[in-house]
């Protein structure tokens, strides 16, 4: 896995968790947003992550 705090880049993320590099490029880019399973796990391996941790998305509460 990638050292804590270090930038990576996404070729250095796909040589080493075997995801597609274009898969990675596709959904950085917007142009996707689903992953299979498998994928997800490499991904979740790679980064030693959790699956919240890796899908975290900041959302905004209303107050009324």
């Avoid at 705090?5 to 596709?26: I, N, P, W």
């Avoid at 399973?37 to 959790?50: P, T």
Wanted: charged content about 30%.
């Amino acid at each position: 896995s990638h050292s804590e705090g270090r930038q990576v880049t996404q070729k250095e993320v796909a040589q080493h968790s075997g995801v597609d590099e274009s898969m990675l490029s596709r959904y950085a880019n917007g142009f996707t947003t689903t992953f299979k399973g498998d994928v997800i796990e490499k991904l979740m391996d790679y980064f030693n992550v959790e699956l919240d941790d890796l899908f975290h998305r900041e959302t905004e509460v209303s107050r009324t």
